[in-house]
């Protein structure tokens, strides 16, 4: 049985050293996990982001979903995939 999400968390991010130490310090302080989810929203095509995303994702199941889109065209468009 799978638990309830009480927390989403959405980003959109570029930066996959960035989101190492948050999903690593967010897993370490949370007292459950397993009440959080985190959307990220990347570029397609985005490989050293999507490998890293993967990797994160086997050590924290259930805690990453992944949007891959090209909908960003500038800042004013990051809440487009969130949408």
């Not at 009480?6 to 996990?33: D, G, M, Q």
């Amino acid at each position: 049985m799978s638990k309830k999400k009480l927390i989403s968390i959405h980003l959109n991010s570029n930066k996959p050293e960035s989101i190492i130490s948050f999903i690593t310090s967010l897993a370490e302080k949370s007292n459950n996990i397993e009440s959080i989810e985190v959307l990220i929203s990347i570029d397609k095509g985005d490989k050293k982001t999507l490998d890293v995303l993967n990797l994160l994702i086997n050590k924290y199941p259930n805690l990453i979903r992944i949007i891959e889109t090209d909908l960003i065209k500038s800042f004013s468009d990051a809440w487009k995939p969130l949408n």
